[in-house]
Structure formats: structure tokens, C-alpha cells
């Protein structure tokens, strides 16, 4: 089992910048693909980002360009960089863990509000 804190979310302006980061209580980081995220008010949680353990990247359509999703796994860290925010940005975003080869995220965070304001 992986524990999973993610931090760094806030009130932000459109247009604006936040990075979240999330840290993970494991001794096999690299064994993890990571990934984030999101769900709005009165929607589902949808999937934002994901990063493998090769360091390989996959974006949502609607952040591709906008968001950066990286990892340290020197500090068992994973990280979402939002820039160009929206209000349609706004949302709880939740880090996740999945096992290399697994098919589904096992290990969830508690989620770190973002609210952007137009």
C-alpha cells in the first residue's frame, strides 16, 4: 500500500500558475506509473495526467499544453505543473498510484482543491 499527500493547491487567477506536488510513502517509487486526477463540482473524476516510470508522459486533451507532469524519484515526488489556468480548471486534483503492468490505479490521495477565478 501507498500512501499518497499531495499539496500545493490554492486561489489562483485565470491565466495564472500553480504546481502541485505529490509525495509517495514507498520504498519501490520506480515501481509506481503515477498519475493525476481531477473532479469538478457535480461531475466525475476524470484523468489528467500520467507519467510512467520510464518517465514517458500522457495528457488529457483539454490540459496537453498547458499542464506538465513530471517526477523525482530521488524524493519519491511526482508533480503537475498548471499554467495558463481556466476556470473550467477548477477542480479537486487527486494523485494516484498504479504498479507497473497493473490496469487500474490502487492508491489514491486525498485530493488538494484548485480554484481558478475568471
Known amino acids: 500500500q501507498v500512501q499518497l499527500v499531495e499539496s500545493g493547491g490554492g486561489l489562483v487567477q485565470a491565466g495564472g500558475s500553480l504546481r502541485l506536488s505529490c509525495a509517495a510513502s514507498?520504498?519501490?517509487?520506480?515501481?509506481?506509473?503515477m498519475g493525476w486526477f481531477r473532479q469538478a463540482p457535480g461531475k466525475e473524476r476524470e484523468f489528467v495526467a500520467s507519467?510512467?516510470?520510464?518517465?514517458?508522459?500522457t495528457y488529457a486533451a483539454s490540459v496537453k499544453g498547458r499542464f506538465t507532469i513530471s517526477r523525482d524519484n530521488a524524493k519519491n515526488t511526482i508533480y503537475l505543473q498548471l499554467d495558463s489556468l481556466k476556470s473550467e480548471d477548477t477542480a479537486v486534483y487527486y494523485c494516484a498510484a498504479q504498479r507497473v503492468g497493473g490496469n487500474r490505479y490502487e492508491n489514491w490521495g486525498q485530493g488538494t482543491q484548485v480554484t481558478v477565478s475568471s
Open positions: 514507498t520504498r519501490a517509487f520506480t515501481s509506481y506509473d
Open positions: 507519467i510512467r516510470w520510464t518517465g514517458g508522459t
